[in-house]
């Protein structure tokens, strides 16, 4: 359990007796016998109003300024993390209590993290709160487990991180997690946890990016957008894993089967609705198989001189490319976004649709950069 301290009252204990915030924090819990905080930790405890400390961490400081606990606490009223922000959820959804995903990194920016956590030991025992907080594995947390555990074996390394995986953008609290991936839940495990977390968060300021090296582009895996594009595309390309369990192939082959039928011959508006709507509930059940289509959208531009004419007619062709990945690849940072890599081991097919190519504004004479007119400069 955390609870809010009286920092303006820690800070006039420590003037009256004439101490730095470094040497409260290393000097005088030597004297005593008891463990180091942080001079920033000391900082917090004084200047910032929300931060929250651990029991232990608060009957040290009551130790060293010799003063009875409950003067530091704020309203001698412990301090409920997460359950609070669970029991407004529970009441919206009229009582039905579901995990929530308090860390969601692409959509909210006040994201809360426990803190005072610097100060745990393997020995410390975890609230209930800690235990059983939700938040949600992706891979840029996965990846930030190379900075936290930098003393560890990278097979190791790599083997926890493919445990990881398999909670990857499913809601889950730390006891499950640990339970999940063979481990005993600690204090030193949850606070290397916490650290993947800021780690990769957009909005900690400790956030770090971490590339995938081996990507070459970005693909989107949003639904609307996708539909939009498709319907604009003159060619497509479709590349797929394969999957292990025959009803997730199937899904596959009906979504490659309807846009192949998509672009097999000019439909109607009733007709392109109809397929549309089928590729939407397929996609669906493949995203509950944790499975998600990705796109990219590309261009491509061709000319030839027109003899005739005496100019250089342009085309271009809209070309989509898609690909069906499963969550768990390394390729896949959020349900969003798909980093795709160069070398892939899947069933790919291209084709040309229906669909005419579009004829663009042409190069007259002057805009040439050649004085052949019998050049063809693909």
Not at 106 to 126: A, V
Not at 148 to 161: G, K, L, Q, R, S
């Amino acid at each position: 359990m955390y609870l809010k301290l009286n920092g303006k009252r820690i800070r006039e204990l420590r003037k009256k007796r004439g101490w730095t915030q470094e040497e409260l924090g290393s000097k005088e819990m030597n004297a005593k016998g008891l463990k180091q905080i942080s001079t920033r930790t000391i900082q917090k405890i004084e200047n910032d109003h929300t931060f929250l400390c651990s029991k232990k961490m608060i009957k040290n400081i009551a130790n060293v300024l010799v003063i009875d606990v409950n003067e530091l606490i704020i309203n001698k009223t412990e301090v409920i993390l997460s359950n609070t922000m669970q029991d407004t959820i529970d009441k919206s959804n009229g009582g039905k209590h579901e995990h929530v995903n308090f860390l969601t990194k692409s959509d909210q920016k006040n994201i809360w993290f426990p803190q005072g956590n610097e100060e745990m030991e393997e020995g410390d025992d975890l609230s209930e709160e800690q235990l059983n907080r939700i938040f949600t594995v992706d891979e840029a947390m996965i990846r930030a487990s190379d900075d936290v555990y930098t003393d560890a074996d990278h097979e190791a390394i790599w083997d926890f991180n493919d445990k990881l995986r398999e909670f990857k953008f499913i809601p889950t609290s730390y006891y499950d997690l640990a339970n999940g991936i063979g481990e005993t839940p600690s204090a030193k495990k949850f606070q290397n946890l916490v650290k993947m977390e800021k780690l990769s968060n957009p909005y900690s300021y400790e956030y770090k990016s971490y590339p995938l090296s081996d990507s070459k582009e970005i693909l989107s895996g949003n639904k609307n957008s996708f539909f939009e594009h498709l319907s604009k595309s003159n060619q497509y390309y479709i590349e797929s894993f394969i999957p292990k369990d025959e009803s997730s192939t199937e899904l596959i082959l009906k979504i490659i089967q309807n846009i192949d039928k998509y672009f097999e011959a000019e439909a109607s508006f009733s007709e392109e609705f109809k397929i549309k709507s089928t590729l939407a509930s397929l996609i669906e059940q493949l995203e509950n198989k944790k499975i998600g289509l990705f796109f990219n959208m590309s261009i491509s531009r061709s000319e030839q001189f027109d003899a005739v004419h005496g100019y250089m007619r342009c085309w271009e062709t809209n070309y989509i490319k898609i690909i069906i990945k499963e969550w768990s690849s390394v390729s896949v940072r959020t349900k969003e976004v798909l980093h795709d890599k160069k070398n892939r081991i899947s069933l790919s097919t291209y084709k040309e649709g229906w669909r005419e190519i579009t004829e663009v504004d042409p190069i007259y004479p002057d805009d040439q950069e050649t004085d052949d007119p019998e050049r063809i400069p693909f």
